[in-house]
């Protein structure tokens, strides 16, 4: 079994895990009903039995739109016009119930929001949830994220800084919300300086936010990716090099913050003209990449063959799921991994077993062949979907 470096594996009380899992008219699951220990979670069947479903459906027990990002509306079963997810989570706090979902009433008025419960009392939105519950994701859906849109990799990203600054989602909203009635204003002609100015002063404010955010989430993960690297010479899961680039990024690395601020608003006040045109903003972390290089190969990951860029990602999404853990005394974030074996073969596989039990998640994961799990003999429980989704 892999050691794991500067931290203790989670013990059981300190763990976050699923213990009840209960939908309600989710996906294609009308109603669904199980429960679990704190070993990982192994499910299986065929093709269009619901086991994405099921793990989109823990992801919804932490704050967001969960890994597929579906409009809520869109997530009740066919025929239904609301749908429910119901868990007893353990936290390092504490067993806890979790509830959400979307009621008949908000699909019926168009709200969008979904509603939260925490042992049984309403809460005002999902962000309070991650002062319960983290998690990791990795889906095929992010197979290209080194070969794709520089957007996926800042969600892929701020997806990350979420799980240590709850606050930073607070902070993006405001900058996007400010960046969006700019470009309207100026779509529209409006040549007021002072509408305009006080806008981009809340760009500036809360894009360096942004920007800082990123660089010290990016430092500490290669911080924890050169500890992985030094402890395991000959990993299956290669080290990954990385690098922001941005203007912001770059200007927070030699100037204070506030000096980049000011600089930042006095660009977008030097621009809009040219951002007129446009139809958008065309500076600020809203354009900023996060690059990724193979370390042992000293190569672009965009360059890497299919194989190498699943390996690469694997070992990132461990490397932050072990940063996670040493930060949080030892409870490891819930890891979802769909149809993670997919481009692994048997020896990385049984690799990536090892460090899933190493750093102490329940991960869930999900795969047609339960035969590529065999790896994990006892270490893992298992729940196998039939056609129709149901237990079997």
């Given at each position: 079994m892999a050691e794991v470096s500067g931290m203790v594996a989670a013990s059981a009380g300190a763990r976050v895990?699923?213990?009840r899992l209960t939908l309600?008219?989710?996906?294609?699951?009308?109603?669904?009903?199980h429960t679990f220990d704190a070993r990982p979670v192994v499910l299986t069947g065929p093709n269009g039995a619901g086991k994405t479903n099921l793990i989109e459906a823990i992801s919804l027990l932490a704050p967001g739109q969960g890994l597929r990002r579906a409009p809520y509306p869109e997530i009740a079963r066919r025929g239904a016009d609301a749908w429910a997810v119901a868990a007893r989570v353990h936290t390092p706090i504490g067993p806890v119930d979790i509830g959400t979902g979307l009621t008949g009433a908000s699909t019926a008025s168009n709200r969008a929001g979904r509603t939260v419960r925490i042992d049984g009392?309403?809460?005002?939105?999902?962000g309070i949830l991650a002062e319960y519950v983290e998690m990791v994701w990795l889906t095929p859906a992010m197979d290209g994220l080194f070969t794709g849109a520089g957007g996926d990799r800042r969600r892929f990203l701020d997806r990350m800084i979420l799980c240590f600054d709850p606050g930073y989602r607070t902070r993006v909203n405001h900058f996007e919300r400010a960046m969006a009635q700019r470009n309207r204003l100026l779509e529209e002609g409006v040549r007021d300086n002072a509408r305009l100015e006080g806008l981009e002063i809340v760009m500036a404010e809360t894009g360096v936010a942004m920007a800082a955010a990123r660089a010290q989430t990016v430092a500490a993960l290669a911080t924890m990716i050169e500890a992985r690297r030094d402890r395991t010479t000959a990993s299956a899961f290669p080290w990954a090099k990385l690098e922001l680039e941005g203007e912001l990024e770059a200007a927070l690395a030699v100037r204070a913050a506030v000096e980049v601020e000011d600089a930042y608003a006095r660009t977008l006040a030097s621009v809009r003209e040219r951002d007129r045109a446009a139809g958008r903003a065309l500076d600020g972390p809203h354009r900023s990449d996060l690059v990724v290089g193979h370390g042992p190969k000293d190569a672009p990951a965009r360059q890497c063959s299919t194989g190498e860029q699943k390996a690469l990602l694997v070992?990132?999404?461990?490397?932050?799921a072990e940063l996670m853990a040493e930060r949080r005394r030892g409870a490891a974030p819930i890891l979802l991994l769909d149809e993670i074996a997919a481009h692994l073969d048997a020896a990385r596989r049984a690799a990536l077993f090892d460090e899933i039990i190493a750093i102490g998640t329940q991960a869930w994961m999900t795969g047609t062949d339960l035969e590529a799990f065999s790896a994990l003999g006892e270490r893992a429980q298992r729940l196998t979907l039939g056609e129709y989704g149901t237990p079997q």
């Open positions: 895990w699923v213990e309600t008219d989710f996906r294609n699951h009308a109603r669904l009903s009392e309403a809460q005002s939105g999902s070992g990132l999404i461990l490397a932050h």
